[in-house]
């Protein structure tokens, strides 16, 4: 006989797949056993089909498609013997699921075996039911399931409940008709139907409102009184598991108390005796009676309160996380989650224990704890906590880092007291798994840094050494090319010096080597390049020196294959060799970047108005609060010239991460440039003050049409913003606004009258070419301001056009310029340019005023650039 | 609830997998590989506990199969732990000192077994007693 015939027992066939040695040669045997099965089908073979069924079922197991035996099933369901109808029902649970259309066949065999006389048959269609009903099933059968819960044999009886418990599910309109039934089923003794019973009750009340006060009101002493039987009861050997009677029903009893007293005082009230004698009682020494511990503190933590209860409850879980059986820390922590919400204080008391645990071996009880000191950190605990999980973050598992590393980060953002602070910690966390970082988390840090004014120099100072241990990581890369680009001089001279840090000597072209590292690595990604090419673009100004080298680097990628790249090489190529003199005007640093605007973009949403950030209320000179309501006003405002960053719409962070908007520049264009969404930067950037459709203009008439637009633009804005500034009387240089619309032209000396002591006035700058004059007033009611008027004198005789002067001063000092009355200078001193400059000193009193300068101007169509530097201030400016 | 539950050995071959869910058949078969994965290479130091998806795995390793359960996450852990000592113990009375073997060749037995330890993701029977001789009586009917 052919061994593969149909004719072969089931045992015999699994005897054959299992003596294959190769996967090949299983395939063979399965593929002769379907085709007799399937012949055996075709034939409507009565004798072997439920033999056929489970040998198809085996075949199933290992993962072949065996859908043609779905209406064999059927069959056999439909079949009158005992063994048919088992393998039938076994068949339909494991080939079909509820959504099956073939199922909807079996409906009508599922009812008559309810109704058989054999209460064999009526478990198998129960169990069937139970395990893969559909909506439409439960509907039909709904009312012989109900029927079967009065059955006389228990075990149809507890089939039946669980099956009531998928009707339910199904077709919540259904549970009202189960209700009764079920509280008729809480008074049984017999444990399996008690059970059902109570999870039965349990998801009646989960679905319906109606059934959880109808069992509260009529069952919670029963519930309570079964819960006394069991934990009381005396050794019961069929249901003892190490030496508790049953302690499922315990756990069952339990949770159906604990939706119970859920919000109900009195049904706590009623339950508090017997969760005490559980709670006190239960052996502690085996899984079991754990099992029941941690199920009943749940129940404490739940119902409504009472306080030697919790306490109860809290020492149980303190003993838990104390336990050597890592299953009994887990749930610990699990619970202490719970607990967290009820009493902090007994949870926080834990938190040396729970630190541990995140350093535990074990991948789920890390997790858990992570999540608990997640929980846990609070003000006055989150510098030792952040500190422990940032040493854990070196030792850490690769595939913890990620969890690790968010949840640090979020601690350390959700509750940073200091900016230095912060910045520190996620360097450290950069340093140690910056690859892991999110990008909105280096996102943000960078905003905070560009908010801190003081410790600009210190951070970049932090991220270049950070660089030289960690340049693998790419996110901390990404920041220190950003703020070396940005603070890169302070790296190099040391400026902002915090008493805390020891003084590194690093010089221009090191601070570039990082850069040129940076990209040239070849992990870095586009982002990074990109950003890098923009840092060399601003540090191209910064350090005259190195500008030779950085401009061989960015050539380098003319040719790159990423058109990003090679466009922003093209750019920013030209911008180093063609257009000297408006570079260090589009290098500027950034503004500060607003806070409140970022969060909102980080949000998803754009905010409406430009939002006044505390920085930007506390940098206005009068230290008036500034009306919120109005961000024009904002846009407009010449005195702060740290106005928060355009709200140009693009989410593109590359876009401001150039620092398009030139803070001398930036209030003046305020109008125009806030209203472009154009992701174009270098169109920005080359067009500065012409309006976004002039879009190549060619590069002699740049200066003179941004000069002429700054102006007018000007003009424009001193016209329209007496009426929306009025309130604000004592802000410097807006005495009346006639004279405003002058003060540009002309020099006033009405202006600084009655503005309390005078000062010398003190040649800033003196060659044999160029002479600058200052002449110094303070604001009045504000001493940290002054304001200074320059006069530019021609030395020469030549006449200079394209004039522009510039200035830069340390970070305790903010700078504003105005601009300048022209940008021609006549010869031979025949005539002279003015300009105001605001400055404010935040250490007014302790610091005396410094300043560079720079000034370039065309003789003869040849570019001059002059340099220097301004130390001779009166002092007490 | 129960979502489903895996036997398998350490080789990752499945000898019974009852779902309560309803999920693809390609769906049922990553899901084993994942199982399988998550809990062949645990230390037995460390908890029985995984977290899979979102739900969570409590599994119990008998010689080389592992018994896998994928309960809510708000089920107790430590009580299906205790259900999976209870059916294991079932099985080893039933076929009195139960191997691997025996389950491959009875695996409809097992089956049956089970659906009258568990039915619709939830516990039915608590006694070992009960449900060997309930089996003795179904067999009786074939």
Known sequence: MNPFSSGTRLRDMIRAIRACKTAAEERAVVRKECAAIRSAVSENDNEYRHRNLAKLMFIHMLGYPTHFGQMECLKLIASAGFPEKRIGYLGLMLLLDERQEVLMLVTNSLKQDLNHTNQYIVGLALCALGNICSAEMARDLAPEVERLLQFRDPNIRKKAALCSIRIIKKVPDLAENFINPAAGLLKEKHHGVLITGLQLCID?????????????????????????????????????ISGITDPFLHIRL????????????????????????????????????????????????????????????????????????????????????????????????????????????????????????????NESNVKSLTKELIEYLEVSDQDFKGDLTAKTCSIVEKFSTDKIWYIDQMLKVLSEAGSFVKDEVWHALIVVISNASNLHGYTVRSLYKAVQTSGDQESLVRVAVWCIGEYGEMLVNNAGMLGIEEPITVTESDAVDVIEIAIKRHISDLTTQAMCLIALLKLSCRFPVCSERIKDIIVQYKGSLVLELQQRSIEFNSVIQKHQNIRSLLVEKMPVLDEATYSGRRAGSLPATVSTSNGAAINLPNGVAKPSAAPLVDLLDLSSDDAPVPSSSGGDFLQDLLGVDLAPASSQLGTSQTQKSGTDVLLDLLSIGTPPAQSSPSTSDILSSSLDNKISVNTLQRLSSPSALSGQASLPAVGSPVMDLLDGFAPNPAMHEDNGPAYPSIVAFETNSLKIIFNFSKAPGNPQTTIIQATFTNKSPNVYTDFIFQAAVPKFLQLHLDPASGNTLAASGDGSITQDLRVTNSQHGKKSLVMRTRISYKVNNKEVLEEGQINNFPRGL | MIRFILLQNRQGKTRLAKYYIPLEESEKHKVEYEVHRLVVNRDPKFTNFVEFRTHKVIYRRYAGLFFSLCVDITDNELAYLECIHLFVEILDHFFSNVCELDLVFNFHKVYLILDEFILAGELQETSKRAIIERMGELEKQE
Not at chain 1, 207 to 228: D, I, M, P, Q
């Open chain 1, 254 to 377: 339990l949770r159906f108390l604990r939706i119970l007293g859920h919000g109900d005082a009195d049904a706590s009230d009623c339950m508090n005796d017997i969760l005490a004698q559980v709670a006190t009682k239960t052996e502690s020494n085996k899984n079991a009676g754990n099992a029941i511990l941690y199920e009943c503190v749940e129940t404490i933590m739940s119902i409504e309160d009472n306080s030697g209860l919790r306490v109860l409850a809290i020492n149980i879980l303190g003993r838990f996380l104390s336990n050597r059986d890592n299953n009994i820390r887990y749930v610990a922590l699990n619970m202490l989650m719970r607990a967290i919400t009820v009493d902090t204080q007994a949870v926080q008391r834990h938190r040396a224990t729970i630190l541990e645990c995140v350093k535990d071996s074990d991948a789920s009880i890390r997790k858990r704890a992570l999540e608990l000191v997640y929980l846990l950190v």
């Open chain 1, 204 to 240: 009646l009340c989960t679905t319906s409102a109606e059934a959880l006060e109808y069992f509260r009101k009529k069952c919670t002493e029963a519930v309570v009184k079964s819960l006394k039987d069991v934990a009381n009861s005396p050794y019961a050997p069929e249901y003892d």
